[in-house]
């Protein structure tokens, strides 16, 4: 709060001489001429209800807007960028399916989908990640399988970031979502260790899984950390993904 005050009597009161505020969610990407001669003010996350009300005010169910807020982890404009893309999925699916249902002629100008974007975006990829660590745990399914719900979700993300702006990388945009789906893999991972602590967040990532062995998880989240770094570090990520999720699946099942 007095870092807060002091800024905004900076902006109220300026001095003689001038300064440059610069805003980002990711400072660690600035360069670091810039980061050592800034002096850095932190804001906190809004409380994931501040966001949820937010969302239902815009018009989405309750239930979906607490799940998108807890992703968010306390950025508006975070929840309110994947609620667009929400809309943009269904638009283009809703575009695809009437193409097909003319024949599957394509409109001039328009590039067709190969196939459709799971409903929901980031809604969807969460719940059939959460699905797929659901069977991972009970040994109904393997790493394989989960990896590909990752790169799928991850790949999908890169398009709808590809659509917002055509000047994006899309290999870029691609390791921002594998980035993003580790730290939700993370986040299912610590809520399996809450569940097991009796602490419970008020919103949980879907998941029929109960309490995992608390000497595992932690290995488990900071894995799914790890990699969360390493794909933002150039890594492979078709060998990343193997990796890590084939050692999820022998720490969970190993004797």
């Given at each position: 709060?007095?870092?807060q005050?002091?800024?905004?009597?900076?902006?109220?009161?300026?001095?003689?001489?001038?300064?440059?505020?610069?805003?980002?969610?990711?400072?660690?990407?600035?360069?670091?001429?810039?980061?050592?001669?800034?002096?850095?003010?932190?804001?906190?996350?809004?409380?994931?209800?501040?966001?949820?009300?937010?969302?239902?005010?815009?018009?989405m169910?309750?239930?979906?807007?607490?799940?998108?807020?807890?992703?968010?982890?306390?950025?508006?404009?975070r929840?309110?960028?994947?609620?667009?893309?929400?809309?943009?999925?269904?638009?283009?699916?809703?575009?695809?399916?009437?193409?097909?249902?003319?024949?599957?002629?394509?409109?001039?100008?328009?590039?067709?989908?190969?196939?459709?974007?799971?409903?929901?975006?980031?809604?969807?990829?969460?719940?059939?990640?959460?699905?797929?660590?659901?069977?991972?745990?009970?040994?109904?399914?393997?790493?394989?399988?989960?990896?590909?719900?990752?790169?799928?979700?991850?790949?999908?993300?890169?398009k709808?970031?590809?659509?917002?702006?055509?000047?994006?990388?899309?290999?870029?945009?691609?390791?921002?979502?594998?980035?993003?789906?580790?730290?939700?893999?993370?986040?299912?991972?610590?809520?399996?260790?809450?569940?097991?602590?009796?602490?419970?967040?008020?919103?949980?990532?879907p998941?029929?899984?109960?309490?995992?062995?608390?000497?595992?998880?932690?290995?488990?989240?900071a894995?799914?950390?790890?990699?969360?770094?390493?794909?933002?570090?150039?890594?492979?990520?078709?060998?990343?993904?193997?990796?890590?999720?084939?050692?999820?699946?022998?720490?969970?099942?190993?004797?």
């Amino acid at each position: 709060a007095p870092a807060q005050n002091a800024l905004l009597k900076t902006l109220e009161e300026p001095p003689a001489q001038s300064y440059l505020i610069l805003i980002t969610p990711s400072p660690q990407e600035l360069l670091s001429t810039i980061r050592s001669r800034s002096q850095v003010v932190e804001f906190g996350e809004l409380p994931t209800e501040v966001v949820m009300r937010g969302l239902v005010a815009a018009g989405m169910g309750s239930e979906d807007a607490g799940l998108l807020a807890r992703l968010a982890r306390g950025s508006v404009g975070r929840a309110l960028r994947w609620a667009e893309d929400m809309r943009t999925i269904e638009e283009k699916n809703a575009r695809a399916a009437e193409r097909k249902g003319k024949g599957g002629g394509e409109e001039e100008g328009e590039e067709e989908e190969e196939t459709p974007f799971t409903p929901g975006g980031i809604l969807g990829w969460t719940r059939a990640l959460a699905g797929k660590l659901d069977q991972l745990v009970a040994g109904r399914g393997g790493a394989s399988e989960v990896a590909e719900v990752i790169a799928g979700a991850a790949g999908q993300y890169a398009k709808l970031q590809v659509h917002r702006d055509k000047l994006t990388s899309a290999d870029r945009a691609k390791r921002d979502g594998i980035g993003l789906m580790m730290g939700i893999a993370a986040e299912w991972f610590a809520d399996r260790l809450r569940h097991g602590l009796g602490t419970p967040l008020e919103t949980v990532l879907p998941g029929i899984t109960g309490a995992l062995d608390h000497t595992v998880v932690p290995r488990l989240i900071a894995t799914a950390r790890a990699a969360e770094g390493e794909i933002d570090r150039n890594a492979n990520d078709k060998i990343l993904l193997a990796a890590t999720t084939v050692m999820w699946e022998k720490w969970l099942h190993s004797e």
